[in-house]
């Protein structure tokens, strides 16, 4: 028997895979994740097709590959002349039935000897799995080098590799199983090795507890593994996948119960506040907090008075006042006699931040100042752009505790600044932070700091469980009275290219009545630029056809573009990383101020950024933008109680998924309803961040939408075994697959936040 833990290696030669071809599948298993053969045997079939009955086909699309399960009608052998020896060859022509078009194959032979038994193998009436890109030729839909994969077949008369494929074909029991491949290796070759893997591998132990799998009507995962492989019905493959993604769940669920644990048994100093900041605060405010706003305040002043750290997470719909509630419980921070730090992603946001912190605050801002109130504390700026001499002063009076508030970036982490006694850490838009950047802030504390995370974007109920598990979640949702409506129109520049000079005829408009408008672009220029949408087709010196492309929209050329032609009439300024400090801080002081009509940038302006006569925002490029992004984007408009216009610009073609990401936008302002199409459409990996840390998605068989339930039901059982074995010592197989969890970079990843 082989173990587990051998490396595939171990099954590869005596699988029929061995041999030249051993190194090239043995990359490709790499490039899948299979390491060992226990990676091997739970690497699952991504789809079925019924053995029992003809592929299903609807429509068919020149160059599509296509796996389907057809049965041969006819199959003739034809000899032909070859141009390249003069010598007569034979092709085998076979006619194969599904559940919708027939397709035509041809097979070449040598010789006539070779053409008959291919075509005895492919008899009419013959059964199998057939692969191949589909063409069309006079009328007649084709499989392109085809591979076939025959149900029954004469043993004597195949070769020792189709006998391979044979013997994997006769363990099914149903359905035949199609498998995640990739180039190397092929899902039938995989199919070959799982199967051999099977017979020869160590008894698999199951990590489940027996009374959690009777809870919940599981099956073991020796049994839940044959079935996935081999199952006779759907059913089997629903009972199986079901006990897969409940166990990846609790394994989960538990890593996150643990850690919510260990933060509650974490010594904190609570700040119940004492002093008047807060309350002169919100006695100068000249409007009412909305009800979401009151109630998340107490749930986070109800958390800062605990004598353990908290850790909140704080998510809302653009403009619904998160920065407010991050405010109002830094200034209960402060009036406790401790320091707030608000940690931001990018300089354009610290900055805005701080302007608009300080603007809100008002005398309350110029603590130690003749011209601050009697309650006021002092806000101080941090960013890497300062010199030493402008850091000097802030880094003083962080140290001494006269200021009782920092806004900054990376470089409040940065071994130079110190805290008097740092109570509470804010971080906005806490996807863009690593563990170890919250940690080296957090870590300047004395004692544990309570931790406040921002996200705008909106979260679904299960992706905030399995993903910020640790945190508790509060959410805004009601947006401030004076927020207006934002039209969101699709400009389809595929379908009606002449639209364009209209899009900058109404920036045109809005600027004459006297309001602002924001560009936006996928690149800043100057870059080699990267091709956009195929916009036609030429014709080269020999005759090809050749696609033509269209480099993507670029801040740089586009400010000039504008300024020398259709908008040469208003004032237009260019924003993007590259600038100075000095000159980014500039142009957005003086679009705020209102001299400048319209501001061409890249996504800098995506969040924190706040000008109430900004009513127009033109997305060029918008099917580059992801779905939450475009409403990020969206959201900084209409701020002001003026009416808003979106016009996301776009050469997609009208049926593609680009289009389609772009019409839900367009549809609806919910960002929870959107949240959930960007984690429909998008590969999941993506959106819970294994793109960002260098490694496949780290749920495997969970898909936090589709298996919301199971989650649920999981983080109950969590809870249940936790509280009767905080340390799992009764299931030491669960325990080490906990503890495995929590070591590997998928658990470094559930620990961002």
């Known amino acids: 028997m082989i173990g587990l833990d051998s490396p595939v290696e171990a099954v590869l030669g005596n699988a029929g895979a061995g041999g030249k071809k051993a190194a090239a599948r043995r990359k490709a298993l790499t490039r899948l994740g299979i390491e060992t053969v226990g990676d091997l045997i739970e690497h699952f079939p991504r789809r079925y097709l019924p053995m029992g009955e003809l592929t299903r086909i609807a429509d068919l699309t020149e160059g599509d590959q296509i796996t389907v399960v057809g049965r041969v009608v006819e199959s003739a052998v034809r000899a032909y002349s070859d141009r390249r020896t003069g010598r007569q060859a034979y092709r085998v022509e076979t006619v194969v039935a599904t559940d919708g078009p027939q397709l035509t194959m041809t097979f070449f032979a040598p010789n006539k000897h070779v053409a008959g038994w291919r075509a005895s193998q492919l008899a009419p009436g013959r059964e199998g799995v057939f692969v191949g890109k589909v063409g069309r030729f006079r009328n007649i839909w084709q499989l392109a080098n085809p591979q076939v994969i025959p149900f029954h077949s004469d043993a004597g008369e195949v070769s020792e590799k189709d006998q391979a494929a044979l013997a994997a074909v006769n363990r099914l029991r149903g359905l035949f199983p199609l498998y995640p491949a990739s180039a190397g290796i092929e899902s039938w070759d995989l199919q070959q090795v799982i199967g051999f893997a099977l017979d020869v591998v160590d008894p698999l132990p199951d990590v489940l507890p027996e009374e959690v799998r009777a809870r919940h009507r599981l099956l073991d995962r020796a049994t839940a593994c044959a079935l996935l492989h081999t199952p006779a019905d759907y059913a089997e493959v629903n009972s199986g996948r079901r006990r897969y993604r409940f166990a990846e769940a609790l394994t989960t669920q538990l890593v996150l119960a643990r850690r919510r644990a260990a933060v509650r048994r974490a010594g904190a100093r609570p700040r119940a506040g004492g002093g008047d900041l807060l309350a002169a605060f919100d006695a100068r405010l000249p409007f009412e907090l909305t009800t979401g706003q009151r109630q998340v305040g107490e749930e986070i002043f109800t958390d800062l008075a605990q004598p353990h750290p908290m850790n909140r997470l704080l998510q809302g719909e653009v403009g619904s006042g998160k920065t407010l509630v991050a405010l109002r419980a830094m200034l209960r921070v402060v009036d406790s006699g401790g320091q707030a730090a608000l940690l931001a992603p990018t300089e354009v946001l610290a900055v805005q931040h701080h302007r608009s912190i300080t603007a809100m605050l008002g005398d309350l801002a110029a603590g130690g100042m003749l011209t601050g109130a009697a309650e006021a504390t002092c806000v101080e700026l941090l960013t890497g752009s300062m010199t030493k001499a402008q850091r ?51 870590d300047k504390a004395g004692t544990p700091p309570h931790l406040l995370v921002m996200t705008a974007t909106p979260i679904p109920r299960t992706v905030a469980m399995t993903v910020f598990g640790d945190l508790e979640t509060s959410t805004l949702r009601e947006l401030p009275a004076g927020r207006a409506d934002v039209q969101t129109t699709v400009v389809p520049l595929a379908e009606q290219p002449g639209w364009l000079p209209r899009v900058w005829q109404r920036v045109t408009e809005e600027a004459a009545r006297g309001h602002q408008v924001f560009v936006v672009c996928p690149r800043i220029g100057g870059e080699v630029a990267e091709a956009g949408q195929v916009d036609q087709v030429d014709v080269d010196d020999e005759g090809e056809e050749v696609p033509v492309t269209r480099p993507l929209a670029a801040v740089e050329e586009l400010t000039a573009h504008l300024a020398e032609g259709p908008l040469s009439q208003l004032r237009v300024a260019m924003l993007h990383g590259r600038l100075p400090t000095e000159e980014k801080d500039q142009v957005m002081r003086d679009f705020a101020a209102g001299a400048i009509d319209v501001l061409v940038a890249t996504t800098v302006i995506e969040v924190g950024v706040d000008v109430p006569n900004a009513t127009t925002m033109v997305l060029l490029d918008a099917d580059r933008f992801g779905v939450s992004q475009l409403h990020q984007l969206r959201g900084r408009v209409g701020r002001g109680g003026l009416p808003g216009l979106c016009l996301l610009v776009t050469h997609a073609d009208p049926d593609s998924p680009a289009r389609e990401r772009l019409d839900a936008v367009a549809a609806t302002r919910d960002g929870f309803e959107l949240a959930r199409v960007d984690l429909e459409q998008r590969r999941e990996g993506d959106v819970l961040g294994a793109s960002q840390s260098g490694f496949r998605s780290s749920l495997q068989n969970l898909r936090v939408l589709r298996d919301e339930q199971t989650i649920l039901a999981a983080r109950e059982e969590a809870d249940l075994l936790l509280a009767e074995d905080a340390e799992l010592a009764r299931w030491p197989g669960l325990a080490a697959e906990v503890a495995a969890l929590e070591e590997s970079a998928a658990s470094e990843f559930l620990e961002r936040s």
Do not use: K
Not at 430 to 440: D, I, K, S
């Open 392 to 442: 000097t002063g802030p880094l003083s009076r962080l140290a001494s505790g006269e200021a009782g508030i920092v806004i900054g970036t990376h470089a409040l982490l940065t071994d130079q600044v110190s805290f008097a006694d740092l109570g509470l850490v804010v971080v906005d838009e806490q996807h863009r932070f690593g563990v170890e950047q919250r940690a080296a802030l957090t």
